[in-house]
């Protein structure tokens, strides 16, 4: 629990994925906003980014009496023990990227450790900024039994206008900033209202 101005707020605790492994990605950039946002504005609000370069690619052969290789283990781990989940998904082919769909396939092996958590996405890109994997994303969600908010929609067109984003891929637009804090507000009280079910 967080308490602001003598008001007690409930924690929530939110694994952050990206779709994109570039250490200067415009996606690990919105992440990275996300995180420092939670930290100066939503009280009891964490975020902690989980890596997903580890992954080796699903193989069921890998899986041994019901466990599965200990970095898989580690990182559906995080995913269970995360209230929700925030995707920084971009779009490759009018799709997820094959990193996030690893990831996403090895924490719906049994038991499905995706299962009635709240979950938002964001992305960043050329046209359409991502959007068309994040409607992709969406119908993934339905079989993991994901509970996607559904607005606000943030799609960043990273190059027009320019200068949204710094050359270390650091997110410097203050009009997508706020449009992320309603995003990530939007998914604390959904979260808080999953949980009071």
């Given at each position: 629990?967080?308490?602001?101005?003598g008001?007690?707020?409930p924690?929530?605790?939110?694994?952050a994925?990206?779709?994109?492994?570039?250490?200067a990605?415009?996606?690990?950039g919105?992440?990275?906003?996300?995180a420092?946002?939670?930290?100066?504005?939503i009280?009891?609000?964490?975020?902690?980014?989980?890596?997903?370069?580890?992954l080796p690619?699903?193989?069921?052969?890998?899986?041994v009496?019901?466990?599965?290789?200990?970095v898989?283990?580690?990182?559906?781990?995080?995913?269970?023990?995360?209230?929700?989940v925030?995707f920084a998904?971009p779009?490759?082919?009018?799709?997820?990227?094959?990193?996030?769909?690893n990831?996403?396939?090895?924490a719906?092996?049994?038991?499905?450790?995706?299962?009635?958590?709240a979950?938002a996405?964001?992305s960043?890109?050329?046209?359409f900024?991502?959007g068309?994997?994040?409607y992709?994303?969406r119908?993934?969600?339905?079989y993991?039994?994901?509970?996607?908010i559904n607005?606000?929609?943030?799609f960043v067109?990273?190059?027009?206008?320019?200068?949204?984003?710094?050359?270390?891929?650091?997110l410097?637009?203050?009009?997508?900033?706020?449009?992320?804090?309603e995003?990530?507000?939007s998914?604390?009280a959904?979260?808080?209202r999953?949980?009071?079910?």
């Amino acid at each position: 629990m967080a308490v602001t101005m003598g008001v007690t707020q409930p924690a929530i605790k939110v694994a952050a994925l990206c779709g994109s492994l570039r250490r200067a990605s415009y996606n690990r950039g919105l992440l990275r906003s996300a995180a420092q946002i939670c930290g100066e504005a939503i009280p009891g609000m964490q975020i902690e980014y989980v890596e997903i370069d580890s992954l080796p690619f699903l193989n069921t052969d890998l899986e041994v009496a019901g466990t599965y290789p200990p970095v898989v283990e580690a990182f559906r781990r995080k995913i269970l023990e995360a209230d929700s989940v925030l995707f920084a998904s971009p779009e490759y082919n009018y799709s997820v990227t094959g990193p996030l769909k690893n990831a996403i396939d090895w924490a719906s092996r049994p038991p499905n450790v995706w299962a009635d958590k709240a979950a938002a996405i964001v992305s960043a890109g050329g046209g359409f900024g991502g959007g068309r994997s994040q409607y992709h994303l969406r119908q993934i969600g339905v079989y993991l039994d994901l509970h996607f908010i559904n607005k606000p929609e943030v799609f960043v067109n990273a190059f027009n206008p320019p200068g949204r984003f710094d050359s270390d891929g650091n997110l410097v637009d203050a009009e997508i900033k706020k449009i992320l804090q309603e995003l990530l507000l939007s998914l604390r009280a959904f979260t808080l209202r999953l949980r009071s079910c």
